[in-house]
Nanobody, 127 residues
Framework: QLQLVESGGGLVHPGGSLRLSCTDS????????IAWFRQVPGKEREGVSC?????????TYRASVRGRFTTYRDKAKNTIYLQMNNLKPEDSGIYFC???????????????????WGQGTQVTVSS
């Protein structure tokens, strides 16, 4: 059973940057596609990005973040990152990382495809 832990959230001004991290201290994430979803009160969780397993590592992004967000994997650190640049107020929310797999690389933004989730980290973009 994976135990994902997110970190890196915070308060940032519009146009600023944050880097979120997703890791599991006890399990390798090499066999899992990892997605970032976000949620605001009163709305459903929405997919932001996804990275497939090592050896593929193709990435998928939500249209509204493409060109501003980058997700990548550091295998040595067993960590998946979400680099968020040029942040906008509408990017605010709780960001969760989710794992799909093992060895399933659909990376389609259906929440039910991802069997393990972290507790989330808050991102607030405000002036």
């Amino acid at each position: 059973q994976l135990q994902l832990v997110e970190s890196g959230g915070g308060l940032v001004h519009p146009g600023g940057s944050l880097r979120l991290s997703c890791t599991d201290s006890g399990n390798s994430l090499d066999k899992y596609a990892i997605a970032w979803f976000r949620q605001v009160p009163g709305k459903e969780r929405e997919g932001v990005s996804c990275i497939r397993t090592p050896g593929d590592e193709e990435t998928t992004y939500r249209a509204s973040v493409r060109g501003r967000f980058t997700t990548y994997r550091d295998k040595a650190k067993n960590t998946i990152y979400l680099q968020m640049n040029n942040l906008k107020p509408e990017d605010s929310g709780i960001y969760f990382c989710g794992a799909e797999g093992p060895l399933v690389n659909l990376c389609v933004f259906f929440e039910s495809n991802f069997g393990s989730w972290g507790q989330g980290t808050q991102v607030t973009v405000s002036s």
